[in-house]
Structure formats: C-alpha cells, structure tokens
C-alpha cells in the first residue's frame, strides 16, 4: 500500500488552487505506477469528502484506502459514510486522539466499567464504527494489550457516552482548507 499523505503541496498556500493540480499530477504518476504492478494498492491520507469527489471525478484507480483522524473528539462519520460507498477504506490514526483521550473521565469510566484500559475502548470504539485502527506503541505489552480488542463489545450506552464526546477538534492538522 502506497499513500498520498496530504491533499496539498509542502511550501504552498492551503487556498492555492495549484494544490488541486499538484494533487491530480501526483495521482496519475501513482495510478501509472499501480498499473506497472510497481504498487499493488494505492490510496490517500487527510483527505475530505471534497478531496475525493475530485479526485474520483478524475481518476482511473480509485483509493483503496483514506487515513484519516478518527477518535471521539473528530467523529468523522461523514467521511465515512462517503468512503464506504465509494469502496474505500476509512483508516484511523491518532485513533487515542495522540494520547489525550487516554485520561479523558468519559473514556476511564467507560474502561473501568468493561475491565478494559482506555487505549482498548478507544480502539475498539473506532472498529465498531466500522472503521480500521492502527495504534501506534513501541512496547511489546502495549502493543499486545491494544491487539486484545476483539474478545469484547461496547454496549450501545458506552457508544454514546463516547460519541457525545465529539467536538470536530483535529488534533493533528486539519486538512480541511486545502484547496
């Protein structure tokens, strides 16, 4: 899998519309490269729905995948919805919302209450809206306890309780004024 990172071009203006050429020119040269069998899976990361109606309109290989920001705090669920009737997969990073979410009163009551620590709901909270997660840790029984996120639901309560934490906060950057 080879991904666009960013819907723009380091160095210019968001609103530059020259982002948009760049965007399309990029594309071409990885739907050429995946037509080589050089590249058996493309996609894209932080793009919107914008970014992918464009880009859809254009192209002869659709993404296979968008990675994007998705926790509680940035329920992207739009997006989603966009994606998955697309045929792309909607992947989270940042899916502990970098860390902040871990100590969030909301997140801690919802583990304590399922036996679980807060990295796991958060994962979990993010597959049972259907999208993939990638955590991010280097210790191997972080990495071990986040894989353990398949043996337990949220009840529909405990979706909600997380849910209403959404507030549209990107954390990381925001994609979204990228013309």
């Known amino acids: 899998l080879y991904l666009m990172h960013w819907p723009g071009k380091k160095g210019l203006k968001p609103a530059d519309p020259a982002n948009r050429t760049l965007r399309l020119e990029s594309w071409r040269a990885l739907e050429d490269l995946h037509a080589e069998g050089v590249l058996r899976a493309i996609g894209v990361s932080n793009f919107t729905e914008a970014h992918l109606r464009d880009l859809l309109s254009q192209c002869r290989v659709a993404p296979f995948v968008n990675q994007v920001e998705f926790h509680p705090l940035l329920r992207q669920i739009e997006l989603r919805d966009y994606c998955t009737s697309n045929g792309i997969w909607l992947q989270a990073y ?51 306890s986040n894989a353990d996120v398949f043996s337990f639901t949220l009840s529909e309560a405990d979706m909600a309780q997380l849910d209403a934490l959404h507030t549209g906060e990107h954390l990381c950057w925001d994609p979204t004024l990228v013309a």
Not at 95 to 117: H, M, Q, Y
Not at 123 to 138: A, C, D, F
Request: proline share 6%.
């Open 94 to 144: 940042s899916s502990l919302g970098c860390g902040k979410l871990l100590s969030s009163p909301v997140v801690t009551d919802v583990a304590a209450r399922n036996g679980r620590t807060a990295a796991q709901v958060l994962l979990r909270w993010g597959l049972q809206h259907g999208v993939g997660v990638i955590p991010k840790s280097t210790d191997p029984a972080r990495i071990a």
